[in-house]
Protein backbone atom coordinates (compact mmCIF):
# COMPACT_ATOMS: atom_id res chain seq x y z
CA UNK A 1 0.00 0.00 0.00
CA UNK A 2 1.38 3.64 -0.76
CA UNK A 3 0.28 4.75 2.44
CA UNK A 4 -1.78 7.99 3.16
CA UNK A 5 -1.20 10.38 0.55
CA UNK A 6 -1.44 14.19 0.52
CA UNK A 7 -1.60 17.18 -2.10
CA UNK A 8 0.03 19.47 -2.36
CA UNK A 9 2.90 19.03 -0.96
CA UNK A 10 3.55 22.64 -0.10
CA UNK A 11 1.72 25.78 -1.36
CA UNK A 12 1.92 29.31 -0.92
CA UNK A 13 -0.83 31.56 -1.31
CA UNK A 14 -2.06 35.19 -0.98
CA UNK A 15 -4.77 36.54 2.04
CA UNK A 16 -7.60 35.62 1.18
CA UNK A 17 -7.81 33.04 -1.94
CA UNK A 18 -9.50 29.83 -1.54
CA UNK A 19 -7.47 26.86 -0.50
CA UNK A 20 -8.11 23.32 -0.95
CA UNK A 21 -5.64 19.97 0.39
CA UNK A 22 -6.45 16.61 -0.21
CA UNK A 23 -5.74 13.56 1.32
CA UNK A 24 -6.40 9.75 -0.06
CA UNK A 25 -6.40 7.25 3.29
CA UNK A 26 -4.75 3.81 2.70
CA UNK A 27 -7.07 1.59 1.63
CA UNK A 28 -9.56 -0.56 3.86
CA UNK A 29 -9.54 2.32 6.53
CA UNK A 30 -12.63 3.79 7.64
CA UNK A 31 -11.50 6.70 9.92
CA UNK A 32 -10.02 10.04 8.75
CA UNK A 33 -8.41 12.78 10.53
CA UNK A 34 -7.05 16.01 9.46
CA UNK A 35 -4.51 17.41 11.85
CA UNK A 36 -2.28 21.09 11.90
CA UNK A 37 0.82 21.81 13.39
CA UNK A 38 2.08 24.65 14.26
CA UNK A 39 5.63 25.52 16.08
CA UNK A 40 3.27 27.39 18.78
CA UNK A 41 0.34 24.93 19.20
CA UNK A 42 1.80 21.59 18.36
CA UNK A 43 -0.64 19.09 16.94
CA UNK A 44 -3.95 20.04 17.15
CA UNK A 45 -7.10 17.79 15.61
CA UNK A 46 -9.40 19.22 13.30
CA UNK A 47 -11.54 17.15 12.45
CA UNK A 48 -12.45 13.00 11.76
CA UNK A 49 -14.20 11.12 10.15
CA UNK A 50 -15.34 7.28 10.29
CA UNK A 51 -17.19 5.90 7.29
CA UNK A 52 -16.88 9.20 5.69
CA UNK A 53 -19.21 10.63 8.22
CA UNK A 54 -17.97 13.91 10.29
CA UNK A 55 -17.64 12.42 14.08
CA UNK A 56 -16.57 15.36 15.23
CA UNK A 57 -15.06 18.69 14.15
CA UNK A 58 -14.82 20.97 17.53
CA UNK A 59 -11.20 21.27 16.60
CA UNK A 60 -12.01 23.12 13.56
CA UNK A 61 -10.79 26.65 14.07
CA UNK A 62 -13.77 29.11 12.77
CA UNK A 63 -16.67 28.93 9.68
CA UNK A 64 -13.91 29.50 6.86
CA UNK A 65 -12.46 25.50 7.65
CA UNK A 66 -14.80 22.84 6.17
CA UNK A 67 -13.87 19.27 5.23
CA UNK A 68 -15.42 16.87 3.23
CA UNK A 69 -15.31 12.53 2.55
CA UNK A 70 -17.76 12.20 -0.65
CA UNK A 71 -15.97 8.64 -0.37
CA UNK A 72 -14.02 6.47 1.33
CA UNK A 73 -10.79 7.42 -0.61
CA UNK A 74 -10.85 10.60 -0.50
CA UNK A 75 -11.63 13.93 1.69
CA UNK A 76 -10.26 17.83 1.50
CA UNK A 77 -9.56 20.04 3.47
CA UNK A 78 -10.94 23.89 2.70
CA UNK A 79 -9.81 27.49 3.70
CA UNK A 80 -11.73 30.08 2.33
CA UNK A 81 -10.86 32.32 2.28
CA UNK A 82 -7.51 31.80 3.70
CA UNK A 83 -5.18 34.15 6.68
CA UNK A 84 -1.75 34.40 7.36
CA UNK A 85 -2.38 32.56 10.36
CA UNK A 86 -3.49 29.77 8.42
CA UNK A 87 -0.10 28.99 7.75
CA UNK A 88 0.71 25.58 9.46
CA UNK A 89 1.40 21.93 8.06
CA UNK A 90 -1.62 19.97 7.97
CA UNK A 91 -1.49 16.17 8.10
CA UNK A 92 -3.97 13.88 7.05
CA UNK A 93 -4.17 10.46 8.89
CA UNK A 94 -6.06 7.29 8.75
CA UNK A 95 -6.88 3.99 10.48
CA UNK A 96 -8.86 0.79 10.75
CA UNK A 97 -11.68 0.56 13.05
CA UNK A 98 -11.35 -2.88 13.33
CA UNK A 99 -7.91 -3.94 13.53
CA UNK A 100 -5.66 -4.85 16.39
CA UNK A 101 -3.82 -2.62 17.33
CA UNK A 102 -5.56 0.38 15.92
CA UNK A 103 -2.64 2.29 14.95
CA UNK A 104 -2.60 5.74 13.07
CA UNK A 105 -1.21 6.20 10.01
CA UNK A 106 0.13 9.70 8.81
CA UNK A 107 0.58 11.50 5.84
CA UNK A 108 3.89 13.45 4.60
CA UNK A 109 1.77 16.70 5.14
CA UNK A 110 0.88 20.12 3.18
CA UNK A 111 2.58 22.85 4.03
CA UNK A 112 0.66 25.83 3.91
CA UNK A 113 1.81 29.41 3.32
CA UNK A 114 -0.03 32.80 3.31
CA UNK A 115 0.85 35.59 2.83
CA UNK B 1 -9.93 17.86 28.91
CA UNK B 2 -6.99 15.54 28.67
CA UNK B 3 -3.91 17.17 28.17
CA UNK B 4 -0.60 15.33 27.29
CA UNK B 5 2.87 16.56 28.64
CA UNK B 6 6.37 15.89 27.47
CA UNK B 7 9.68 17.05 29.32
CA UNK B 8 12.61 17.56 28.42
CA UNK B 9 11.43 19.64 25.48
CA UNK B 10 14.79 18.61 23.71
CA UNK B 11 17.63 16.49 24.92
CA UNK B 12 21.08 16.30 23.53
CA UNK B 13 23.41 12.86 24.11
CA UNK B 14 26.26 11.58 22.68
CA UNK B 15 26.29 8.86 20.89
CA UNK B 16 26.33 5.42 22.43
CA UNK B 17 23.76 6.52 25.23
CA UNK B 18 20.95 5.30 26.73
CA UNK B 19 17.77 7.75 27.24
CA UNK B 20 14.55 7.92 28.47
CA UNK B 21 11.76 10.40 27.69
CA UNK B 22 8.78 11.32 28.97
CA UNK B 23 5.01 11.72 28.57
CA UNK B 24 2.91 12.46 31.25
CA UNK B 25 -1.47 12.62 30.60
CA UNK B 26 -4.01 14.46 32.85
CA UNK B 27 -6.56 11.56 32.71
CA UNK B 28 -5.72 8.19 33.14
CA UNK B 29 -8.69 7.07 31.38
CA UNK B 30 -7.00 6.25 27.99
CA UNK B 31 -7.65 3.35 25.36
CA UNK B 32 -4.00 3.00 24.67
CA UNK B 33 -0.71 5.27 23.96
CA UNK B 34 1.29 5.78 20.67
CA UNK B 35 4.59 6.94 20.28
CA UNK B 36 6.00 8.53 17.52
CA UNK B 37 8.69 9.54 15.42
CA UNK B 38 8.80 12.75 13.59
CA UNK B 39 11.60 13.47 11.03
CA UNK B 40 12.06 17.34 10.19
CA UNK B 41 9.47 18.37 7.30
CA UNK B 42 8.53 14.70 7.40
CA UNK B 43 5.11 13.26 8.83
CA UNK B 44 4.76 11.13 11.30
CA UNK B 45 5.62 7.39 11.60
CA UNK B 46 4.46 5.52 14.81
CA UNK B 47 7.09 3.70 16.63
CA UNK B 48 5.20 2.08 19.67
CA UNK B 49 1.34 1.19 20.43
CA UNK B 50 0.35 0.59 23.84
CA UNK B 51 -3.01 -1.22 24.69
CA UNK B 52 -4.12 0.57 28.10
CA UNK B 53 -4.40 -3.17 29.55
CA UNK B 54 -0.50 -3.70 28.86
CA UNK B 55 2.96 -2.46 30.53
CA UNK B 56 5.19 -1.91 28.03
CA UNK B 57 5.95 -2.71 23.94
CA UNK B 58 9.15 -3.55 22.89
CA UNK B 59 10.34 -3.31 19.56
CA UNK B 60 14.16 -3.04 18.53
CA UNK B 61 16.13 -0.61 20.84
CA UNK B 62 13.01 0.91 21.53
CA UNK B 63 10.79 0.20 24.76
CA UNK B 64 7.73 2.38 25.92
CA UNK B 65 6.33 1.53 29.33
CA UNK B 66 2.96 2.86 30.48
CA UNK B 67 1.88 3.39 34.23
CA UNK B 68 -2.08 4.21 33.40
CA UNK B 69 -2.68 5.32 37.11
CA UNK B 70 -0.04 7.55 37.33
CA UNK B 71 -0.39 9.10 33.76
CA UNK B 72 2.67 8.72 32.59
CA UNK B 73 4.84 6.50 29.75
CA UNK B 74 8.04 6.53 29.41
CA UNK B 75 10.12 5.61 25.93
CA UNK B 76 13.58 4.14 26.10
CA UNK B 77 16.35 4.45 24.26
CA UNK B 78 19.26 2.17 24.07
CA UNK B 79 22.69 3.02 22.37
CA UNK B 80 21.49 5.89 20.77
CA UNK B 81 23.00 6.64 17.31
CA UNK B 82 23.17 9.58 15.12
CA UNK B 83 20.27 8.49 12.91
CA UNK B 84 17.73 8.47 16.20
CA UNK B 85 17.62 12.23 16.10
CA UNK B 86 13.95 13.26 15.66
CA UNK B 87 11.25 14.73 17.54
CA UNK B 88 9.51 12.16 19.10
CA UNK B 89 5.65 12.47 20.35
CA UNK B 90 3.15 10.88 22.34
CA UNK B 91 -0.35 11.01 22.06
CA UNK B 92 -3.16 9.16 23.76
CA UNK B 93 -6.81 7.95 22.76
CA UNK B 94 -9.55 8.30 25.09
CA UNK B 95 -11.30 4.93 26.91
CA UNK B 96 -14.17 5.99 24.65
CA UNK B 97 -11.64 4.74 21.68
CA UNK B 98 -13.41 7.55 19.68
CA UNK B 99 -10.28 8.16 17.90
CA UNK B 100 -9.26 10.77 18.51
CA UNK B 101 -5.51 11.31 19.46
CA UNK B 102 -4.52 13.58 21.77
CA UNK B 103 -0.61 14.87 21.32
CA UNK B 104 2.18 15.96 23.52
CA UNK B 105 4.37 18.56 22.42
CA UNK B 106 7.21 16.63 21.85
CA UNK B 107 10.88 15.86 22.60
CA UNK B 108 13.40 16.85 19.73
CA UNK B 109 16.34 14.44 20.39
CA UNK B 110 20.15 15.14 18.89
CA UNK B 111 22.36 12.32 19.43
CA UNK B 112 25.73 13.57 18.55
CA UNK B 113 28.39 11.59 16.98
Known amino acids: DAGVIQSPRHEVTEMGQEVTLRCKPI?????LFWYRQTMMRGLELLIY????????DSGMPEDRFSAKMPNASFSTLKIQPSEPRDSAVYFC?????????????FGEGSRLTVL | KQEVTQIPAALSVPEGENLVLNCSFTDSAIYNLQWFRQDPGKGLTSLLL?????REQTSGRLNASLDKSSGRSTLYIAASQPGDSATYLCAVTGSSNTGKLIFGQGTTLQVKP
Open chain 1, 93 to 105: ASRSGTSNPRELF
Open chain 2, 50 to 54: IQSSQ
Open chain 1, 49 to 56: FNNNVPID
Open chain 1, 27 to 31: SGHDY
